[in-house]
């Protein structure tokens, strides 16, 4: 029986990533177009199904969370300031992983800065990101 319990939440973790990988490519896709609005929304989604994966397992799914907020942040660029505090959860949540979860969010907030006209942090977040990437 625990096994079948088992089962069940893999399939719906499972269920779960799908669900977020396709918001996000839609929402990646749609803002290259004129509906950056539907954009914004997929991606808040993916941000909430995302979420909802990471507390019930955050070792597995925080990545996925901290790829869904950069993504969400990257498409709000023409309002860093909205942008910012996203892109900051990214870096926070990915800070105790490292690797290549932290340089995306390091990326994704260098990016933030940047339109904000803070360009010395964003160098900062660059610097920080090249050595993570290096290990």
Known sequence: MARNGFNEAARRNAAGVEAVEGLLAYAQTQ???????????????????????AARDPTEFIPLLSRSLCVHARLLKRRPAEALPIAEEAVMLTRAIGG?????????????????????????AIAEADKAARG
């Open 100 to 124: 290549g979860p932290l340089v995306l969010a390091l990326s994704c907030l260098a990016d933030v800065l940047t339109a904000l006209g803070r360009h010395g942090e964003a160098e900062a």
């Open 31 to 53: 803002a290259r177009g004129t509906f950056g609005r539907g954009a914004v929304r997929s991606a808040r989604e993916a941000v909430a199904i995302s979420r909802q994966l």
